[in-house]
């Protein structure tokens, strides 16, 4: 390890996770995600008729995303309302997301998952895709597994594990590298891959690999979350 | 050609014949189409490229301004990418505000260029602290024949490579007139070039005409170029609704160096 983490956490080292379901009563399904200072919560609303009509699929319901930054998750205010970032990272969550739900049941309908970033330290888009599972889980909508997401970074020539704003920013040496990933939690399946940076081939292989293994923690921080409001009812 | 709806029936032979390694017009799974690029689509452009690849065509251009620093950025010229999938390039395309796609091209080539360090932005300052110059990249597709995005790294390539900086006049606006043959400040032997890989069954393909990519299930999308003698991925982004494995990620950096090398001798032909 020749990059030192200002939190001194190792290389692999999650930031502390913090994960609750139900955080919106209003919803049909809700919940919370926190890597260290960044926190996400996300909403579930449907399966409920889907208008316009002309978007209606009879064979399936579909799954709609829709992720954003509050305004003051940022330290530069951030302008309400859509950017093209937060359109790009809405449609790449749905993607995210789609293999691990079944609307077939629910033809015509669709399930709309808000996801909103109230406390920014990176890590918003992955916090955010762990919040939605939990939600959609909560909402009972069927699915086949859990997705996990975390970003895995380089700095200079060091694999880390969950950077931090700071970490992000990083100069020197190879510069920074982000790379984000989303896996179904029990399977070989990778839905999310975004990446910007400098990260040679092989090292790409590296994170695919370690992403395996540091998304059980993910996951169980999930399964509590959710077994501990089935418990509360 | 402006019903793009792939039938059933054309997915699954598809999906039979990528199985078998096979593809319609003979080419391997992961070999492109005919390359050629042109230049000086516009002489009003600081430098501007046209690239076909088999039927696709793109052109960009590139034009430069004086502007302002960002205040994360004082020390650095801007880069601005942008572009409109236009409906003049294909039946699918529609006037009105950028639908996903063309929203998502800019912003492909961005990072890609962006990360892989090409054009040395800290050239780009004309008075320190107070102006820069901001290098926009326009990319526009004139016919739309499937892997978009990889034909337009390259022509981003190129037009970068083919542009001058403008000369300043006194009161520090671009003096059109003066002809300028200084070029930009480019990272020598850098090109960020695009490989996008599309997904059918569990078969991988490069470089998919109209009809493959309508037929494929994902696809995800590698920059990658030379830096310092070694190949640096600088960005990724996967997209559509199928998944890929340990093992389909693995493939696919084993593969791309061997392209990125075949694609940049190509390139260095025409450069």
Redesign the interface.
């Known amino acids: 390890m020749v990059v030192k983490r200002s939190d001194g956490r190792k290389a692999h080292d999650l930031r502390p996770m913090k994960a609750k379901v139900g955080v919106v009563p209003n919803a049909d399904g809700s919940a919370m995600f926190s890597f260290g200072n960044t926190v996400a919560i996300a909403a579930v609303y449907g399966p409920r008729q889907l208008h316009p009509q002309h978007m209606q699929d009879p064979t399936t319901g579909i799954l709609r995303c829709q992720y954003d930054l509050l305004s003051f998750s940022v330290s530069d205010r951030k302008k309400p309302g859509p950017s093209r970032r937060s359109q790009e990272i809405s449609k790449v969550t749905e993607w995210a997301l789609l293999p691990v739900v079944d609307l077939k049941s629910f033809p015509n309908t669709v399930v709309d998952v808000q996801i909103y970033i109230l406390q920014a330290d990176a890590g918003t888009r992955t916090a955010g895709i762990n919040a939605a599972a939990l939600a959609l889980a909560h909402a009972g909508i069927p699915m086949k597994d859990l997705v996990c997401s975390v970003a895995l970074g380089k700095l200079d020539k060091d694999i880390v594990v969950d950077l931090d704003k700071d970490e992000e920013d990083f100069e020197g040496g190879e510069g920074p590298t982000d790379f984000a990933i989303a896996k179904v939690a029990n399977g070989d399946e990778f839905t999310l891959l975004q990446l910007d940076g400098k990260i040679q081939p092989d090292k790409v292989k590296e994170v695919i690999k370690i992403v395996g293994e540091v998304s059980k923690q993910i996951y169980d921080v999930q399964k509590k979350a959710l077994k501990e409001a089935v418990e509360e009812q | 050609m402006s019903s793009m709806i792939t039938s059933n029936l054309t997915r699954e032979t598809l999906r039979k014949m990528f199985a078998a390694g096979k593809r319609f017009d003979g080419r391997g799974l992961l070999d492109h189409r005919h390359v050629e690029i042109s230049y000086n689509v516009s002489n009003k452009a600081e430098g501007s490229a046209r690239v076909k690849v088999g039927k696709t065509e793109v052109i960009a251009g590139v034009k430069m301004v004086p502007g302002t620093p960002y205040p994360d950025s004082m020390e650095k010229g801007n880069l601005i990418v942008s572009g409109d999938l236009l409906p003049l390039a294909s039946p699918r395309f529609e006037s009105g505000p950028p639908g996903?796609e063309a929203?998502?091209l800019p912003?492909l080539m961005d990072?890609a260029i962006?990360?892989?360090?090409m054009i040395d932005l800290k050239k780009l300052v004309i008075e320190e602290g107070k102006k820069v110059w901001n290098v926009y990249i326009d990319v526009y597709p004139l016919n739309d024949d499937g892997s978009l995005i990889d034909a337009a790294s390259l022509a981003c390539i190129a037009a970068l490579r083919s542009a001058k900086v403008p000369a300043l006049n006194k009161e520090g606006n671009v003096d059109y007139d003066e002809k300028s043959t200084k070029h930009m400040p480019l990272a020598e032997g850098v090109n960020p070039i695009s490989f996008s890989f599309f997904k059918l069954g569990s078969s991988l393909i490069l470089d998919p005409t109209r009809e493959e990519e309508e037929a494929c299930e994902a696809r995800?999308t590698w920059g990658?170029s030379k830096?310092n003698g070694?190949?640096?991925?600088?960005?990724?982004?996967?997209?559509?609704?199928?998944?890929?494995?340990?093992?389909e990620?693995?493939h696919m950096?084993?593969a791309?160096?061997k392209k990125f090398d075949e694609l940049n001798e190509k390139l260095k032909k025409f450069l």
């Open positions: 996903f929203i998502e912003r990072r962006r990360e892989s360090g995800v990658i830096w070694q190949y640096m991925i600088n960005s990724c982004q996967k997209s559509a609704e199928a998944i890929f494995s340990q093992a990620i693995n950096m084993d791309l160096p």
